[in-house]
């Protein structure tokens, strides 16, 4: 009977990862994936909240996704590094696992856990470079110790969610790179062409466009491109 139970469960990990793998390469959306990997965990594991944390630009880490419909666990304070359990394994960069977070010190916002029913937590680093940005959680409603399998299939979960969140932060970066590199090059164009037409040296070219963008509150781009637009027309 265990065996046939430990088969199923195996199996069931098994199908988790190979579905986390597929929506990674899949045309799925990054809160898609993120939603999928906590609820993925939480039904291997059978846990009442499972949730993942990343740290924003201030360095607080707050709750990015999450199965839970509970208000009061999804709106609690964020942790800053070095905080609580969850800004503790940021800091360190080391998985930490409470047998009874109502006996933790160092665990924050108690009360919650006690409303919720959570009784013991695996927090894991999502780790991009040898460095955390944020943490993948997992509750149980009764005191549990984590076995060496449980936590080595958080820790692959807790990589691939690393792995495709930096993915789409390089992505982010790189789109952002190439409007730079386009809003340069009208910029640079429309210099030209009023240098050309009016007669006036580069930094006047460049002074007139960042006059009307203020003006008429549009970006540089647009009014580089409505005057290379303009250009084209004339000289047809």
């Not at 982010?172 to 340069?184: P, Y």
Request: contains cysteine; proline residues 3%.
């Amino acid at each position: 009977m265990q065996k046939k139970t430990r088969r199923r469960k195996k199996d069931k990990v098994l199908d988790v990862l190979g579905q986390i793998s597929s929506a990674i390469t899949g045309d799925f959306y990054l809160d898609d994936i993120l939603k999928l990997i906590v609820s993925a965990v939480a039904g291997v594991l059978s846990s009442p909240i499972s949730s993942l944390m990343l740290l924003d630009k201030d360095g607080n880490l707050k709750i990015k996704s999450t199965q839970s419909v509970s208000r009061l666990y999804n709106e609690k304070p964020p942790l800053k590094i070095g905080e609580g359990i969850a800004g503790k394994v940021v800091k360190n960069n080391k998985p930490l696992v409470v047998y009874d977070i109502s006996r933790e010190e160092e665990y924050k916002y108690k009360d919650i856990a006690r409303k919720e029913g959570l009784a013991s937590l695996i927090c894991v680093p999502l780790s991009v470079k040898g460095k955390a940005i944020g943490v993948l959680n997992c509750y149980t409603s009764s005191p549990h110790k984590f076995t060496r399998k449980e936590i080595v299939f958080i820790t692959t979960i807790a990589n691939q969610a690393a792995l495709v969140i930096q993915n789409t932060q390089l992505l982010v970066e790189s789109k952002i790179i190439q409007e730079e590199l386009e809003t340069r090059k009208r910029i640079e164009r429309a210099k030209g062409i009023l240098m050309k037409e009016k007669n006036i040296s580069e930094e006047e070219a460049y002074r007139l466009i960042q006059r009307y963008s203020m003006d008429k509150r549009k970006s540089m781009k647009e009014v580089s491109e409505a005057i290379i637009t303009a250009y084209q027309i004339e000289n047809l």
